[in-house]
C-alpha cells in the first residue's frame, strides 16, 4: 500500500461508471446483452449507497467501488491449493458427486462424477449451459438477482464473465454434494462470479460453494469479489446449499444470495464466513407456495480485524410456509459483525411459522457485534419469533469446567466448539472436519 | 501501516472543516479547528453514524444520525446517546503535508 491515504469517496464524488462493456462481455445471445446493457445502465445511473441507508449503516459502500482497470472479470492459474486436491481426492473417492474449480469469475473446469453422469445432473458454465439449455437459462438468469437489488448487484450483472450452471432434472436425488472452489484473484483483481441453480420438481441436491483465493493482506493490494447467487427449487424439491466463505484477508467480498421454493419445497442454507478482510453477505430465500419450509444456519467466526456485514431475508410470499434462522457469531481481537435479519409474511400468507435467532459470543474487549432483527409482518395469523444475544462467555462456565480439571485457555475451546456443534452437526460429512479445523486454528493463541 | 501517513495537504481542509480518509483498516476524520488539525475515528460509538457527515464546532463534533457529541482532542463523550468515546488519533504537520499515525 502507498504511504498516500485513499480519499473516501462523498455523495458529491461522481460515483464510477462502466463506460462500456468489455467485446468479451457482448458474445452470447441478445437477450444476455439486453439484460448486461440494462444493468450497466442501472449502475452508471445510480450513486454510491449513503452510509446510513438501510443495510448500509457498518459498512462504507466506498470499499465495493472499484477501477475501471479492474472492471474486466479476471481470470489466473496458480498451483493447485489444498483443498483443490483434496476435493480431488473426495470426487475420485466418491464423496462428492462433482467438482468445479473456477479461477477467477471465468476460467471455469467441471470434473464430473459417476453419479452426475449416471443421473444427467447437468453441472456446466453458464455460457455451455446457454447452449445447451436455452430456455431454462433465459427463463431464470437474472430472475431472483438483478439491477432491482441494488448498485452493486447491477454491477454483477453487467460484469460477470461466466459462471456456473446446476441443473437437477425432474424426480432426481444426488446423494452425494456438489462442489464449487472458486479461488479470487490476485491483488488488484476483481471478481464476479455468478451461480444459477435450478432444482426441478422432487428433485434434491446439495451443493457446497466454496469461496476462497484472493489477497491475504490488505496492504499488498485488495482483492474484490462480487458474486450472485439465483437458486430455483421447484415443488417438492429438497435442496441443501452451503456457502463456506475463507477468501485471504485483502480480500473485500460482495455477495448476493437469492432463492424461491415452491409447494412443499425445502432448502436448507448455510452461510459459513471465515475469510476476507471485509464480506458483506446478503442470503435470501422466498417461499412461494404452502408448505414450502427454509432452515438457515450460519456460523460465522471473525479474528483480527475482520469485518463481517450479513443479511438474511425470509420471506413468506406463500400461506402455511415454516422459516427458522440462527445464527451464530463468534469474534476474536478486533473483529467486528453486524448481522440484520427480515422475516416478511405478505398479507395473504396465513397459518406461517418464522423464528429467527442470532447469538454472539465476544471473546475479549475491542470486539464488536451489531444485531438488528427485523419483522414486516402483514396479517395477525401467524407464528414469529425472534431473539438475539451478545456477550463473553459466561465465567461460571470456564470456572465449572476447571473445577474438573480443564485449564482455562482449554475449556475456553470446548465452549465455543459447543456453541458452534448444533449448526455444524447439520453441514455435509466432507466438510464438516475442515469446518472444525478453522474453528480451532482461529482460536490459537487466545 | 503502523506510523504516519500522509492524507492530505493542508488546503485540502479548510478552517472549520473536516474530511474523512481511509488508512489501512481505519477510517478516520481529520478537523481543522482554530488551532490545528486533529484526527479521530470516523464512527460513532452509539449507533456506527460516520462522524464525518455531522458538524464541527470548535472542539467537538456531533453525530449526524442523534446527536452525540465527542471531543475531538480527548474522544471523549460530551453528550449522550453514546456513552463511550471514539479513538483519536495523533497528527503533524509536515511543511503543507498533513500526516497522521496509525496502528
Known sequence: MSNTAAIVGTTTDTPIQIPELAPELLRGPVWLKRRREKAREYFNSQPLPRRGLHLWRYTDPAVFEIRHDQMVDSAFREKADDVEK?????????SISGLVISHGGRDITVHAGEELKRQKVVVSTLSDAIASHPQIVESR?????NETGGKFEALNCALFNDGIFVYVPRGTTLSKPVHLLREAGNPGSAQFPRTLIVVEENAEITVID??????????????????????FGGQDSRTRYVMLQRQGRGTNSYLTHRARIERGASMLTFPLAFGANLSKQNFGVTLNGPGADSQMYGVLFGTGRQHFDNHTLHHHSGG???????MKVVLRDRAMSAYTGLIRIEQFAKTCEAYQENRNLLLNRGTRAETIPELEILNEDVQCSHGATIGPIDPEQVFYLGARGIDPEQAVRMIVRGFFEDSLSKVPEDLRQRIDDYVISRLEGL | MAGFVKVAIMSDIPEGSMRAFTIGHDRVVVAHTADGFYAFADECSHDSAPISDGRL???QVICPRHGARFNIVTGAVEAPPAV???DTYEVKIDGDDILVRCE
Do not use: C, P, Q, R
Not at chain 1, 466454496?210 to 447467487?229: P, R
Open chain 1, 210 to 231: 466454496e469461496y476462497a483465493g484472493g489477497a491475504d493482506d490488505i496492504d499488498s493490494g485488495v482483492t474484490y469479489s462480487n458474486g450472485a447467487v439465483e437458486i
Open chain 2, 57 to 59: 464546532k470548535n472542539h
Open chain 1, 141 to 145: 438468469l437474472f430472475g431472483l438477482v
Open chain 1, 86 to 94: 483434496l476435493e480431488m481426492k473426495h470426487l475420485e473417492e466418491g
Open chain 2, 84 to 86: 463511550v468515546g471514539i
Open chain 1, 320 to 326: 402455511n410456509t415454516h422459516s427458522d434462522i440462527d
